[in-house]
């Protein structure tokens, strides 16, 4: 078992995926599923707010553009939520121009990971993120 | 931490946005903006010549065959940007250098000392040292997002920390 995906609270740390793309929610979940990461899905904005709002997860990874709520919006509406303001949220898009990057991080989330997915450098993400949430 | 509003800053004229993993090194006078989270971004000029540039790395150190070709790697990005400023004509000796972003806590209480971003901070505060070239200026660390802005002929920087706009309730 990989050590790492355990929160230092000793429980296995769940990372929420939002992702309006099944093969995202496939193929991301199954990184995460290797690395023995506890793995819940959404498929779009207003649906990741419920999860993240019910579930707690210790991190979540957000799309940007999805139907009903787009990631932006549900960033900002998970940050209002008095528990999830100290949930590491990570963009995961292919949207990299500066102004869309910019309103990403005004949003409230913490970090960026573009697509196409690089397996290391996405994992670093994740577990450096792990680590620093309550 | 060189931080100046954005009115004060002089605008040379041409601009470029730093994706992760590329680099601007340039004699001519440019505007130089990226945005950072975990990443780090290394600003280097020659003060003398005006010739100067930035690289925007994605983690500290790459060692697979193929991380070596790659400036999303520090270990590569920075070697890489001082090489393209030497050949530029820029002198190593005098080069100095700015380090903007590695974010690395959400907490603030719980620093992330294995985070990738503290990790980031680390490799180029390593690599510059190596290479006797100093820090005059650095803004690291922290849970939010940077804009950076860098004039590469003066090596004006102006670093912004993005805050999230407040939720409604």
């Not at chain 2, 002198?91 to 000392?113: C, D, E, H, M």
Request: with cysteine; net charge negative.
């Amino acid at each position: 078992m990989n050590e790492s995906a355990n929160t230092d609270k000793g429980h296995r740390a769940t990372v929420l995926v939002v992702d309006d793309s099944k093969t995202i929610l496939v193929a991301v979940g199954q990184i995460l599923q290797q690395e023995n990461y506890k793995v819940l899905t959404a498929s779009n904005g207003e649906e990741g707010v419920e999860k993240a709002e019910a579930e707690h997860p210790d991190l979540i990874l957000m799309d940007i553009e999805m139907p009903i709520m787009n990631g932006y919006q549900a960033v900002q509406t998970i940050r209002a939520s008095e528990q999830l303001q100290e949930t590491p949220i990570i963009m995961i898009t292919t949207r990299n121009a500066l102004e869309d990057v910019e309103k990403g991080y005004m949003s409230g989330c913490n970090d960026y990971v573009f697509k196409p997915v690089n397996t290391h450098e996405f994992l670093e993400k994740v577990r450096s993120w792990l680590e620093t949430a309550e | 931490m060189t931080s100046q509003p954005a009115k004060n800053i002089q605008d040379p004229g041409r601009k470029e946005y730093l994706h992760g993993g590329q680099i601007v090194a340039t004699k001519e006078p440019t505007q130089i903006t990226s945005i950072l989270g975990s990443c780090i971004a290394v600003c280097l000029w020659d003060p003398r010549l005006g010739i100067g540039g930035m690289n925007h790395y994605l983690l500290p150190f790459g060692h697979r065959h193929e991380d070596l070709k790659s400036a999303r790697y520090g270990n590569v990005a920075i070697p890489m940007l001082i090489e393209q400023l030497v050949d530029l004509g820029a002198n190593v000796k005098r080069l100095q250098a700015k380090v903007f972003g590695g974010a690395s806590s959400i907490n603030p209480g719980k620093p992330g000392v294995h985070h990738v971003g503290a990790r980031n901070a680390e490799a180029a505060q390593e690599l510059l040292l190596e290479r006797r070239i100093p820090i005059v200026s650095h803004d690291t660390g922290g849970a939010n997002g940077r804009k950076v802005i860098f004039h590469t002929n003066t090596g004006e920087a102006w670093v912004r920390l993005i805050q999230a706009n407040k939720p409604e309730k």
